[in-house]
């Protein structure tokens, strides 16, 4: 089973609250559009749970749109986790990929 990026689960959480809302409200990606003041396109982006491109300003319009809102806690990584991201550390094949775990740890670590 692939495991899931944290940026995935976020976006997926909220994605789906966001399509809750739409279909308790009878409300179409073609009215959220006119709701937010931009185009379905942009909407149905905004509700594809793989795009982890979208601006949180984006998530959080389309949110608003349909009476929700957000809100975000950091949390520091457990030491299990952390163990996982040292262990991976470990043996990276690239020292771009080691510098990106580096500050994942740090992150971590330090919980910000």
Do not use: C
């Amino acid at each position: 089973m692939r495991s899931t990026t944290p940026d995935i689960n976020f976006k997926r959480s909220l994605t789906a609250s966001i399509r809750q809302r739409m279909k308790e409200d009878n409300l179409s990606i073609a009215a959220l559009a006119e709701r937010m003041g931009t185009a379905r396109t942009a909407v149905r982006r905004i509700l594809d749970a793989r795009n982890t491109s979208i601006t949180f300003r984006s998530m959080s319009r389309a949110a608003q749109a349909v009476g929700l809102k957000i809100k975000l806690v950091a949390e520091p990584m457990s030491p299990e986790e952390l163990g996982a991201l040292a262990h991976r550390l470990a043996g990276p094949k690239k020292p771009a990929e080691a510098d990106r775990l580096v500050a994942k740890i740090t992150e971590g670590f330090y919980g910000s």
